[in-house]
């Protein structure tokens, strides 16, 4: 676990000092000439080692006009945005959607939208259905899900599984419906009985793809004497009818908490988001949930005023050492503006300014996608703004490259860090750098999926020009990436390829 988590931050980060605007410029991403689009949003509950696929995901959003409100639904891959399917199209108010869809392919194969329809005072849910090709119809889940809303869903298998488990609040409790090939399972009453508490927004995912067991990770928040607090369960739901609720918990904390949504960590260990509300100041906290152990609860970035609404990538890296997303977004309230706010592990904070005539500050950051080709990943930071008298999302994109990552000021000053020649190679290659200032210098190789095999230099070297003649040895074909620290500090990386 520990080399996997340094082969990314080697990969992916450079020093904080450098402070790199590590995004780019905010653009707008979609806009209607007739219709406000609001609250997009994303599943986290993607294939957590991606490194074997180019990536897609999708993204659903809302679009009003006239008081109704439709759902809509985009595929992404790491350059393109797909063409808009309508899920709905009528004289309703359709709202609080939710998405999950397989991973682990191409493309994907199966996928589940559910989302409230309000008409008269009624909240139901209706859901609609991705085979791989065309989305079913918009319909209700059932006729008896009256009042029910905040539905949230995630999927339980790879590929082209075809069964998905969705949370959702009906009345002041919260329940729980399998979804398996078209067909609705029992409905189960997951909050604790407590007629003087009210259960709402629940988040559901799923424990691991590999699971056949039908495990998955649910928190959703409760009242307690006035303030909100989060009450986390495991479940295991093996066929339509069943469903054993495996242990409760609760986070400690003594201020006001609201669940903000789920990712996967690549050990497949759920991470929760969520406010934190002192009384003061909101800010963002993460929690990795490791059963039987307690909760690890961090504490994310924060700048001055509110910051809340926070959520990762489904890549993360959050342990009891390293308390940071690879990638992180969150929106700050400071005063009378509001900022959508970036964070790349290692890279200064970027904020971009949202129109203070937005009422409604939504923000997403995508699953990581990647593009086999060139080994560049990408992950898609959306957020609602008003433009032209209409809302749009607007979108910051962030890209990674894992063959060649320096930093453009600051540390990179000190150093320079060549290609290996020959490339490809075997039986060795040369890596060759120059140092313009003395340093404590370590080389390492890792392949692809993290592992580290050597470390080539661990000295103190002056300024000048150096040689590693490094052997392939028994490593196998395939790709391998050589990491320079300089006084502990990851500041570069590039790819190479060994070829027997």
């Not at 410029?25 to 997009?40: A, M, Q, V």
């Not at 990552?405 to 060549?418: M, T, V």
């Not at 502990?488 to 027997?500: E, F, Q, T, Y």
Request: with cysteine.
């Amino acid at each position: 676990m520990k080399t996997l988590i340094i082969c990314f931050l080697l990969l992916t980060s450079a020093t904080s000092s450098a402070q790199l605007q590590h995004y780019d410029s905010s653009y707008t991403l979609i806009s209607s000439g007739t219709s406000d689009l609001l609250n997009p949003v994303f599943y986290k509950g993607t294939e957590s080692f991606i490194f074997s696929y180019e990536n897609e995901c999708m993204m659903l959003y809302e679009k009003r006009n006239s008081g109704l409100s439709n759902i809509a639904v985009r595929k992404m891959k790491k350059d393109t945005v797909g063409s808009e399917v309508m899920l709905t199209n009528d004289a309703l108010f359709n709202t609080n959607a939710a998405i999950a869809h397989t991973k682990r392919s191409a493309s994907i194969k199966k996928a589940l939208a559910v989302f409230e329809t309000r008409s008269l005072g009624v909240t139901k849910l209706r859901y609609a259905h991705y085979n791989g090709s065309s989305w079913s119809d918009a319909q209700f889940i059932t006729s008896d899900t009256v009042q029910t809303s905040s539905p949230s869903v995630t999927n339980l298998g790879v590929d082209t599984s075809n069964v998905f488990l969705v949370a959702y609040r009906k009345y002041n409790e919260i329940f729980l419906r399998r979804f398996e090939n078209g067909i609705w399972g029992n409905e189960f009453l997951i909050s604790p009985s407590d007629t003087s508490r009210n259960y709402y927004s629940p988040e559901i995912i799923s424990n691991s793809f590999n699971s056949s067991f039908g495990a998955a990770h649910i928190a959703f928040n409760y009242d307690s004497s006035g303030i909100a607090r989060i009450m986390y369960a495991i479940v295991t739901s093996v066929s339509l009818d069943s469903l054993r609720i495996n242990s409760y918990s609760r986070f400690s904390q003594s201020g006001s908490q609201s669940v903000t949504g789920f990712s996967l960590n690549y050990n497949f260990y759920p991470v929760l988001n969520f406010d934190y509300f002192t009384g003061n100041s909101k800010k963002f906290y993460s929690a990795i949930v490791k059963p039987p152990s307690a909760p690890s609860l961090i504490a994310q970035d924060e700048l001055s005023g509110d910051n809340y609404y926070g959520s990762g990538t489904s890549i993360s890296i959050l342990t009891d050492e390293i308390s940071q997303y690879m990638g992180i977004s969150w929106l700050n309230k400071s005063g009378d503006t509001t900022w959508a706010c970036c964070r790349h592990i290692g890279y200064g904070i970027s904020r971009f300014r949202i129109n203070n005539a937005a009422q409604e500050k939504t923000i997403a950051i995508s699953p990581l996608m990647l593009n086999m080709s060139n080994y560049r990943l990408l992950v898609r930071i959306v957020w609602n703004d008003f433009e032209n008298g209409r809302y749009v999302i607007k979108a910051s994109n962030g890209t990674f490259d894992l063959g060649s990552i320096n930093s453009a000021n600051g540390i990179a000053d000190e150093f320079e860090l060549y290609q290996n020649y020959p490339n490809p190679f075997n039986p060795s290659t040369k890596i060759s750098y120059k140092l313009r200032m003395s340093g404590y210098i370590v080389f390492k190789i890792h392949d692809i999926a993290g592992r580290e095999f050597n470390s080539l230099v661990n000295a103190r070297q002056n300024a000048g020009s150096y040689e590693i003649m490094f052997p392939s040895g028994n490593l196998p074909s395939g790709v391998y990436f050589y990491s320079m620290y300089i006084d502990g500090v990851a500041v570069a990386s590039r790819k190479m390829v060994v070829l027997k």
